[in-house]
Every structure is written in structure tokens, then in C-alpha cells.
């Protein structure tokens, strides 16, 4: 029973691991968080269960302590995911995602948006090279770099 368990926890996370801890997958709740909590929105427009950039991105930056540590405090985590196996994704969050994908004009993937507590787009990136701590100084400079062209 106990390696049963094992199995299925493995199973459930590493299929679940971008819909973790803290992710939220409703862009409107994602809004109104910001917006209470005065912190920026990160969206992470994935295909996190066939791309492998996004694969590497979640891996090396999103589920390392650094980068959530930082996140808990300052940002509001916005999951835009577009697998090829939908069958865990309401039907509401693909239509979303979709509208998201041409709202944002999203080309490819992983593409990351960064928005202010008030929904507006202050900096767009993907995958960056140098692990969590490298990521969250890119954050921080897109922030900052939005804030001195105010």
C-alpha cells in the first residue's frame, strides 16, 4: 500500500507540478489578488506537458526555493498552460487560455508576462539561462525598468 502511494504521489506531481503550489490558472482571480495585494502578476504561457524550454523553466527556476521565495512575496503566479493532454483543464480555463494566448499575442512557448497590480503589461520574456537567482534579478529589473519610464 505505502509504495502504491509513492507511485501516485510521484505520478500526480510530476504531472501537476506547473499547477503546484501557489499557481493560479483564473486570470481574473489572478487581477483581483494583484490588485489587493499590491504585487505584480507573472503569466507563464506553458505547454508544460511537451515543451521542453517550458519543461526546463518550471525545473530550474519556478520550483527552486529562491524563486519562490521571492514570488510569495511579490508576486501573484498566473499559470496560461496549453497542454497537449487537456483532460485535467476545465473547459472555462481552455477557452481563457485561448482568449489569454491572442490578447497577449503569445508566438511561442514559454512566454512569460509581467503586470503591474494594475493589469497592464510592463515586461514580456521566456526562458532565461543562470538558474532561480539569475531569474529573479531579470524580474526585479523588469519591475524597476517600469517604474523609472512612469
Not at 518550471?58 to 487537456?86: G, H, I, S, W
Not at 539561462?129 to 512612469?150: L, Q, R
Request: aromatic share 10%; hydrophobic share 40%; proline share 3%.
Amino acid at each position: 500500500m505505502k509504495k502504491w502511494l509513492t507511485v501516485v504521489a510521484a505520478v500526480a506531481i510530476s504531472a501537476g507540478a506547473f499547477a503546484a503550489e501557489g499557481w493560479l490558472t483564473d486570470f481574473d482571480k489572478a487581477k483581483e489578488t494583484a490588485k489587493e495585494q499590491n504585487k505584480h502578476i507573472l503569466i507563464d504561457f506553458s505547454g508544460s506537458d511537451w515543451c521542453g524550454w517550458c519543461v526546463k523553466l518550471d525545473k530550474e527556476v519556478f520550483q527552486k526555493k529562491a524563486f519562490k521565495d521571492y514570488a510569495e512575496k511579490n508576486l501573484v503566479l498566473m499559470l496560461a498552460d496549453f497542454p497537449r493532454d487537456k483532460s485535467k483543464q476545465s473547459a472555462e480555463v481552455i477557452k481563457q487560455n485561448e482568449k489569454l494566448s491572442k490578447e497577449f499575442s503569445v508566438r511561442g512557448f514559454p512566454t512569460v508576462f509581467i503586470l503591474g497590480p494594475d493589469g497592464n503589461i510592463i515586461g514580456k520574456t521566456g526562458y532565461q539561462a543562470g538558474g532561480p537567482e539569475a531569474y529573479v534579478e531579470h524580474i526585479k529589473k523588469i519591475i524597476a525598468d517600469s517604474k523609472v519610464e512612469k
